[in-house]
């Protein structure tokens, strides 16, 4: 397990960002604008209210090569961490979703029986993934904000490990639907929606990993404090 590169809060931000497009939705689930010149990431999060190591733990747990590996620290901030993931939430929910959906119609101008299977598997992938994320929203960011504050409640997390899923890997099995099935598909618009499935698919994977390796540890922490 070896990442591309490990950035330390003493990296140019901007070569963070040029050299990782990915980048970009990290800064912005992080609420991170634009136009931070040569400041360097410490710097950057400073003047955004940012915790640092845990910009830097999302930031480098999205940059290893294979499997996730576990880059939880007790001193990572886990009110950052669910904040993120609710940003997430809403970009993938009132956004990418949306804009994804009507390419897909775009680019499948013609009713074929291949484009209402495709149409039909996307309306009923994004609902699936809705409840999931709708899950974490009125159970898990809860019960993290209850062991914050001291509170306690009748949840654990081990509960979310279990049921948790890859949300992406049904979104690889519509990208393997249209490659295969829809024949004649050529031109921009068919491309550009193959393309935001390819990214979307691995933007949810590294969501998966936020909760997975980071956010999980931190929260059986602080469980087995509670206790």
Known sequence: MTAKKTYSGKDSMAAL???NI????VLSRFGIPMGFGESTIDEVCGQNGVDTPTFLAV???????GPAK???DP??????ITEYLHNAHEYFLQYR???IKERLKEAMNEKTDVSVVVLRFFDEYIAEVKKHMSYEEKNVFPHVRNLLQGKSDNYQISVFSKRHDQIESRLNELRDILIKYYKGA???AFNAVLFDIFTCAEDLREHNEVEDALLVPLIEQLEKQAR
């Open 75 to 80: 001193s990572l901030k886990p009110e950052a």
């Open 22 to 25: 990915n980048m970009l939705f």
């Open 186 to 188: 050529t031109g921009h």
């Open 70 to 72: 576990n880059l939880s």
């Open 17 to 19: 960002v040029s050299e």
């Open 97 to 99: 979703f949306p804009i």
């Open 59 to 65: 930031v480098n747990l999205n940059l290893q090569d």
